[in-house]
């Protein structure tokens, strides 16, 4: 099922649901590709699975470990510790539903805590990345994890990981 509404900011927010038993994502977004998306999974349980700093490494190092097959341009990231955030765009012949259930899929398995996501994942759709780039590298400083957004290392914000520029024009 696909819910969708318009945020106060002016942002479209689609949300899929999936109520599979074991299923982690099977169906399909109408917007697959060519956007740059604002993704965001959570944990199931919101457990703080992230808060031990090898799930969190695992988690960052499979992001980048899966883009070898399917490939995708990343901009921004943080790992919360019970979600993440994840702005992306994924080429023309990708789709981002493969991409989450293959990434989710990986750190469940590289991980060993047993089934650790929930069943969906949210995106939206931002009118402004460089408003969505702020949002996620905020995000562990407005929860009180860090003073700065550039000392929390589980985010692309601390300098440590590769990611693509914001493209000029969008």
Request: a neutral charge; charged letters at 20%; one cysteine or more.
């Amino acid at each position: 099922m696909i819910e969708s509404a318009l945020s106060g900011r002016g942002v479209v927010v689609l949300r899929i649901v999936d109520h599979g038993y074991h299923s982690f994502m099977s169906q399909r977004h109408p917007i697959q590709h060519s956007y740059s998306m604002l993704i965001t999974i959570v944990t199931k349980n919101r457990l703080p699975i992230f808060s031990d700093d090898a799930c969190a490494r695992e988690a960052i190092d499979t992001l980048y470990r899966i883009q070898d097959h399917y490939p995708c341009y990343l901009f921004a990231f943080v790992f919360m510790p019970d979600h993440c955030h994840l702005l992306l765009q994924i080429p023309e012949d990708g789709s981002v539903s493969k991409f989450i259930n293959v990434y989710k899929r990986a750190v469940t398995f590289n991980v060993q805590r047993g089934i650790i996501w929930q069943a969906r994942f949210h995106i939206r759709i931002p009118r402004d990345l460089g408003i969505a780039k702020h949002y996620i590298h905020w995000n562990p400083v407005n929860a009180g994890l860090c003073n700065e957004s550039e000392d929390y290392r589980w985010s692309s914000a601390c300098g440590l990981w590769d990611i693509h520029d914001l493209p000029l024009k969008y």
